[in-house]
């Protein structure tokens, strides 16, 4: 994946470890050089290598990594270049959903190795949103979750959010809390 996402990792990191410790991981995870490069692509294999040694270092298992991870990759987006993208991504939380194929290709004419994922929301009412997640990498459903629970509350929304496997893809059911809940 884009480096952009290794500097979010590092970002993660550097809250509980040293520079020098992240360089080491860097190392370890097949980092020719001690630094991420934004708009530098690196291979599927490194960037899982690189989650795999922060979730160990941070003592996460992965699961619960990644879901903190997509949990920062908002805050990390919307503090980017890339910010303006995510503020107009939809006036609530559904046209949000909706929107984010939109949003990724836009990102991919300054990124076009990306191989972005595919989202659908199939069913939307006041009481819970069912979406599709298509990607063609496996086990990053915990990081959706964490994104989706911190873009929820970006626009006020209450969710829990579950997810299973369904037909090559993965569902998500977000269940919304009225007003009254
Ligand atoms: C401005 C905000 C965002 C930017 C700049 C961004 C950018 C990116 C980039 C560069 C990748 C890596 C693709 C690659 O290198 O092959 C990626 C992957 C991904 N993005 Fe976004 N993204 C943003 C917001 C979101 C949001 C709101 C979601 C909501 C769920 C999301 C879900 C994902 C997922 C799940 C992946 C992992 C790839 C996969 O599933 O196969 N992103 N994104």
Request: aromatic share 8%; charged share 30%; with cysteine.
């Amino acid at each position: 994946m884009y480096g952009m996402i290794h500097q979010a990792l590092r970002d993660m990191a550097l809250r509980e470890i040293t520079e020098a410790e992240w360089s080491d991981l860097l190392r370890r995870g097949g980092h020719a050089r001690p630094v991420c490069i934004g708009l530098e692509y690196y291979s599927d294999e490194t960037t899982m290598a690189l989650m795999d040694l922060v979730a160990r270092r941070l003592d996460l298992p992965v699961e619960e990594f990644l879901q903190a991870f997509g949990r920062l990759w908002i805050d990390f987006a919307g503090a980017s270049a890339y910010g303006r993208i995510l503020d107009m991504a939809g006036d609530d939380f559904v046209s949000f959903l909706q929107s984010l194929d939109r949003m990724h290709s836009s990102i991919r004419s300054n990124m076009p190795r990306a191989d972005m994922p595919s989202f659908e929301v199939v069913a939307a009412d006041a009481r819970a949103i069912r979406l599709r997640y298509r990607s063609s990498r496996e086990g990053l459903a915990p990081f959706v979750q964490g994104i989706l629970a911190a873009a929820a509350e970006r626009f006020d929304e209450k969710v829990t959010i579950r997810h299973a496997p369904e037909d090559g893809a993965v569902r998500f059911d977000i269940l919304r809390a009225g007003p009254d809940d």
